[in-house]
């Protein structure tokens, strides 16, 4: 009840292009998802969650929604710009919920 | 107000030795995660610690171990390091245990092991 998967692995679009990312999750008692942000060479940073109680949430050009039915929560960002190309990690506790687990990333490119 | 830091940021080693990787927490944070992150990957989770208390650990082999200081900085150790250990080691803190809160990373500690 751990896994967290996240599609696509690579993304490329036009600068102005929106972007969708999606994660898939086992754990039905998952209850917090979170996406972050790393850009090369450093630190992942928080830019939006989103916890069960609601099934959409957005920030300026990002949201995320959440279906708990099929168990699968995604990451929009509307008008990119340059500056969002880096990579994106979905995450969701584990079962014990004393961890988060992290997908495997997507590398994102706005093209100019 | 500092982030969270840790040090050393770059080190080699060669097979066999030990590391120890040390990451100081955002004030008042009394919660200290440890992931390594493998090139192209993303995090995988380590240990957490909260008040000094070991609250979960990953699946990782015992030559991986932890621990956390009153004033709640933290050390990460290997043990008889193995190729596969080259990585980036995060750390994060929080100010809650479990994993319903931000995580707020440090840059990292990159392993090299030759």
């Known amino acids: 009840g751990e896994n967290v998967e996240q599609h696509p692995s690579t993304l490329s679009v036009q600068e102005g292009d929106s972007a969708v990312i999606k994660c898939t999750y086992s754990d039905s008692a998952s209850n917090y998802f979170p996406w972050y942000k790393q850009e090369l060479g450093k630190r992942p940073q928080l830019i939006i969650d989103i916890r069960s109680n609601v099934g959409e949430k957005k920030d300026q050009r990002i949201a995320v929604t959440l279906n708990k039915t099929a168990k699968h929560f995604s990451l929009h960002i509307t008008e990119t710009q340059p500056e969002d190309s880096a990579v994106y990690f979905c995450?969701?506790?584990?079962?014990?919920?004393?961890?988060?687990?992290f997908g495997g990333g997507t590398r994102l490119m706005v093209k100019p | 107000d500092a982030g969270v830091t840790q040090s050393p940021t770059h080190l080699i080693k060669t097979r066999g030795q030990h590391v120890t990787l040390r990451c100081s927490p955002i004030?008042?944070?009394?919660?200290v995660s440890w992931y390594q992150q493998v090139l192209g990957q993303g995090p995988q989770f380590i240990f957490q610690?909260?008040?000094?208390?070991?609250?979960g650990r990953g699946n990782f082999p015992d030559r991986f171990s932890a621990r956390q200081f009153p004033n709640y900085s933290s050390e990460l150790n290997v043990n008889a390091l193995l190729l596969g250990d080259s990585a980036l080691y995060l750390c994060?803190?929080?100010?809650?245990?479990?994993?319903?809160?931000?995580?707020?990373f440090g840059e990292g500690s990159r392993l090299t092991v030759l």
């Open positions: 994060a803190s929080s100010p809650i245990t479990g994993s319903t809160g931000e995580l707020f």
């Open positions: 995450a969701g506790p584990n079962n014990a919920g004393n961890m988060l687990t």
């Open positions: 610690y909260y008040e000094k208390e070991e609250r």
């Open positions: 004030s008042g944070h009394k919660s």
